[in-house]
């Protein structure tokens, strides 16, 4: 069975500095590109950042370009989202999500909780 679990989330003020994690399970992880997600009430699932399967590429929206820094550490299934200088835009649920490539949509139906992420003064 395939799940995500994503922790690292809470109430941050702006400029503040977060770092998320997913753990995942139930596939080979090391095979994988990771992605790290976002979605608001009004907002459709937004693509945040990714990194193939080695850790060697990444990919980040143009929002958090300069900002974020996606990792991952395949001996422990673990990808990470290191989010600075946060602003009240980044306010949203995070999610991850596995794919076979950066262009591909996700692998797999299951989707974690999520961990939520409030910027606010």
């Known amino acids: 069975q395939v799940q995500f679990v994503e922790s690292g989330g809470g109430l941050v003020q702006p400029g503040g500095s977060l770092r998320l994690s997913c753990t995942a399970s139930?596939?080979?992880?090391?095979?994988?590109?990771m992605t790290w997600y976002r979605q608001t009430p009004t907002l459709e699932r937004e693509l945040v950042a990714q990194i193939s399967s080695s850790g060697f590429s990444t990919n980040y929206a143009d929002s958090v370009k300069g900002r974020f820094t996606i990792s991952r550490e395949n001996a422990k299934n673990t990808v990470y989202l290191q989010m600075n200088d946060l602003n009240v835009e980044d306010t949203a649920v995070y999610f991850c999500?596995?794919?076979?490539?950066?262009?591909?949509?996700?692998?797999?139906?299951?989707w974690g909780q999520g961990t939520r992420v409030t910027v606010s003064s």
């Open positions: 139930g596939f080979a992880f090391n095979f994988y590109a």
């Open positions: 999500n596995a794919q076979r490539s950066f262009t591909s949509s996700p692998t797999f139906s299951s």
